[in-house]
């Protein structure tokens, strides 16, 4: 392919710019805390996320601890960006399944109550801290996380982080990971500006 100018248009590199799991990229961003949401984001209502190809639901429970899970529920795959936050996690609106911070089902309608089904299975989740006013998630192998890096950058002393999402105020931008970071790297907008 030609741009208006006869120059070639350079072939997009599915290596450097796919980031779903199982690709080179994908795989090697797992490895590293991946800013997901800011904190105030997380209020009475779930928040659906899409992360590195994945679609996931970050919510913070009824105790204040923030959680990031599959966006549908395990049982009928109903999204839970629509269910209840609760006490002690995320309730699924459909069948009432109640999922903690960490994936693990505490609830089950229906279920009676000497059944042990819900101790048998466990919803995906990925883990998650705060810090400077983000939530960060890990989405690598857990026996290769690393510590959260406490950058000092992300608290200023005697200020606070203002974070903003996405690479323009106003959210994503319908394009890959490299193309927005390669837009921000480029320093010669500041001195137009």
């Keep these: 392919m030609e ?3 006869g120059l070639k248009i350079p072939e997009v590199d599915p290596e450097l710019t796919r980031v779903g799991a199982g690709t080179p990229c994908g795989e090697l961003m797992r490895r590293y805390w991946q800013p997901v949401c800011l904190s105030a984001d997380l209020s009475d209502l779930p928040k659906r996320i ?19 899970l599959f966006f549908r529920c395990s049982h009928r795959g109903t999204s839970l960006e629509y269910g209840r936050v609760e006490q002690d ?4 609106c459909y069948h009432g399944w109640l999922y903690n911070v960490e994936g693990q089902i505490l609830d089950m309608p229906l279920e009676p109550p000497q059944s042990t089904v819900k101790d048998h299975l466990w919803h995906p989740a990925y883990p998650v ?8 998630a890990y989405m690598g192998p857990l026996e290769k996380i690393p510590h959260l890096p406490r950058y000092d950058m992300l608290l200023p002393e005697g200020g606070t982080l203002k974070a ?3 690479p ?5 931008q319908n394009c ?6 390669e837009n921000l790297m480029d320093a010669l907008h500041a001195v137009w500006l």
């Design 89 to 92: 996690g995320l309730r699924c």
């Design 129 to 136: 801290q705060e810090f400077g006013g983000l939530v960060f």
């Design 176 to 181: 890959n990971w490299l193309q927005s970071e």
């Design 168 to 172: 323009r105020i106003g959210g994503a």
């Design 50 to 68: 899409r992360i590195l190809g994945e679609d996931l639901v970050a919510f913070r429970d009824g105790q204040g601890r923030p959680g990031l």
């Design 3 to 5: 741009s208006a100018y």
């Design 164 to 166: 903003r999402f996405g």
